[in-house]
Nanobody, 127 residues
Framework: QLQLVESGGGLVQPGGSLRLSCVVS????????IGWFRQAPGKEREGVSC????????KYADSVKGRFTVSRDNAKNTVDLQMNSLNPEDTAVYYC????????????????????WGQGTQVTVSS
């Protein structure tokens, strides 16, 4: 059983930065694609970014492209999401999720493709 724990959320001013981390335990990350999702108040959860198990394939939502960067360190079982130039529209609970895959360059974008989820971390962008 995989466990995922997000951290790094908080309150930041518009234009600021945060770095979210997702620490995974219970198994090696080598066979899991990882996704970051977010859910704003009153809205459905949406995909933010995903990264293949080998790290070679990455995808971003158009709304965060050029501002967010996802990275992973399989040796440390961690996946990070660096978020720059934050704006109030980025306010949401951010979740990381893991989906098992036999292919190192396969990315998952849909929620149902992920088997395990973290509890989420709140990001609030406000002056």
């Amino acid at each position: 059983q995989l466990q995922l724990v997000e951290s790094g959320g908080g309150l930041v001013q518009p234009g600021g930065s945060l770095r979210l981390s997702c620490v995974v335990s219970g198994s090696t990350l080598d066979y899991y694609a990882i996704g970051w999702f977010r859910q704003a108040p009153g809205k459905e959860r949406e995909g933010v970014s995903c990264i293949s198990s080998g790290g070679g394939m990455i995808k971003y939502a158009d709304s965060v492209k050029g501002r967010f960067t996802v990275s992973r360190d399989n040796a440390k079982n961690t996946v990070d999401l660096q978020m720059n130039s934050l704006n109030p529209e980025d306010t949401a609970v951010y979740y990381c999720a893991a989906g098992r895959t036999p292919y190192s360059n396969l990315i998952y974008w849909r929620e149902y493709e992920y088997n395990y989820w973290g509890q989420g971390t709140q990001v609030t962008v406000s002056s």
